[in-house]
């Protein structure tokens, strides 16, 4: 089953509103999570690093204003898309790494969530 | 500046037969790799790593190669199935914050 559970795996929005999604770790603590964003037939790009109870460290050329990461607990992160526009739609997917049953540290993806702004 | 390059986009199989997937890599201070497997609309799966410090690391169909003079790294699926019809992507990371960087990514069909 899941380890990492993001939600909502779809949403719609209308442009210039805004849009929270979950990450959360399950069974597992996980200090820092990280946001990628996957356009078409692209490769996953690195948006932020988010670290429990700090400042999310954002990767060169994402606004940090845009996209809100927020770290509350050692299994949540949540990243925000503020204000969104169109070109704002796109596959979001977020990560964080753990040790789960004794099978040493790795790094477990969410099921991605697709945003779609109209 | 791409540090994971995955130079096939695509690769296909017959079922039954060895699939070799291939990654390069150019940061010598990466020390750990990863291979995972991803649907459309969906996240990547995990499937298999090797830190540096092995060359290969196995499990059941799966097996990973990794030669650091070449900053290479294989992934071998014997035998293939078309349920492994997906792709796959290389990542690697350096130190111990697990900031992954991944390729491009293959795409692997499996034909039966």
């Known amino acids: 089953g899941a380890v990492v559970s993001q939600h909502p795996s779809r949403v719609i929005c209308k442009s210039g509103t805004s849009v929270k999604i979950e990450c959360r770790s399950l069974?597992?603590?996980?200090?820092?999570m990280f946001w990628y964003r996957q356009f078409p037939k692209q490769s996953l790009m690195l948006m932020a690093t988010s670290n429990e109870g700090s400042k999310a460290t954002y990767e060169q050329g994402v606004e940090k204003d845009k996209f809100l990461i927020n770290h509350a607990s050692l299994t949540l992160s949540t990243l925000t898309v503020t204000s969104a526009h169109p070109e704002d739609s796109s596959f979001y997917i977020c990560?964080?790494?753990?040790?789960?049953?004794?099978?040493?540290?790795?790094?477990?993806f969410g099921e991605g969530s697709w945003l779609t702004v109209v | 500046d791409q540090q994971v390059k995955q130079n096939s986009p695509s690769l296909s199989v017959q079922e039954g037969r060895i699939s070799i997937l291939n990654c390069d890599y150019t940061n010598s201070m990466f020390d750990y790799f990863l291979w995972y497997k991803k649907y459309p609309a969906e996240g990547p799966t995990f499937l298999i790593s090797i830190s540096s410090i092995k060359d290969k690391n196995e499990d059941g169909r799966f097996t990973v190669f990794l030669n650091k003079s070449a900053k290479h790294l294989s992934l071998h699926i014997v035998p293939s199935q078309p349920g492994d019809s997906a792709v796959y992507f290389c990542?690697?990371?350096?130190?111990?914050?697990?900031?992954?960087?991944f390729g491009k990514g293959t795409l692997l069909t499996v034909n039966p």
């Open positions: 990560s964080a790494s753990g040790e789960i049953r004794g099978a040493g540290n790795t790094i477990y």
């Open positions: 990542a690697a990371s350096g130190g111990s914050n697990y900031k992954l960087t």
């Open positions: 069974d597992f603590q996980a200090t820092t």
